[in-house]
């Protein structure tokens, strides 16, 4: 709750409607999560926070691109990212999820006044991912992945059969 993050959102004194948020996570900001798919990234986040009077939604846009590495031939692989995300706050005597909605509802104890989103950045940037990462084929036709690298990984998939 010390929380003064570069992430974090204070609610204390904000007034009712609609404020704006803007930041850019790049590859350092994945770097401090061991478990991150993404090795680099440049992505621009843009939140609008709608204060209510019992409540406060967040609509979250983020647009850019991710780098992954490619399933097929492990090379790094930059993928476009556009996506939003909406997630809803509301203040009770027991912080948690609120699991009886369908929409995103984290619930904060009463006292606490700010919010630091970095969790939920990350995350929304990894759920915003393809299922299958692979380099396209280019113009030609070709496939674009690292074609040393499938024989090297072909060659070990026979090695160790
Ligand atoms: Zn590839």
């Known amino acids: 709750m010390e929380d003064q ?10 007034s009712s409607g609609s404020h704006f948020y803007e930041w850019t996570i790049d590859g350092s900001f994945f770097a401090l999560y061991k478990t991150s798919e993404i090795s680099d990234a440049g992505i621009r986040v843009q939140l609008t926070l709608l204060k209510r009077s019992l409540f406060f939604e967040l609509n979250f846009m ?29 203040f009770g ?10 929409n995103d509802v984290i619930i904060l104890p009463y006292v606490q006044d700010r919010l630091d989103v970095a969790q939920y950045l990350y995350e929304y940037a ?4 393809p299922i299958r990462r692979v380099h396209t084929d280019d113009a030609n036709g070709q496939a674009t992945c ?12 026979v090695n160790s059969n």
Not at 5 to 14: A, D, E, P, R
Not at 126 to 129: C, D, M, P, V
Not at 146 to 151: D, F, G, S, V
Request: glycine fraction near 6%; hydrophobic fraction near 40%; charge should be negative.
């Open 5 to 14: 993050g570069l992430y974090t959102i204070s609610f204390k004194g904000l």
């Open 126 to 129: 990894h759920l915003s991912l």
């Open 62 to 90: 983020l647009s850019g691109w991710a780098e992954v590495s490619c399933d097929r031939c492990l090379d790094p692989l930059k993928l476009e990212m556009e996506s939003d995300a909406q997630m809803f706050v509301k």
């Open 146 to 157: 690292n074609a040393e690298m499938l024989i090297k990984l072909n060659e070990f998939l």
């Open 93 to 102: 005597d027991h912080e948690g999820e609120d699991e009886s909605e369908d």
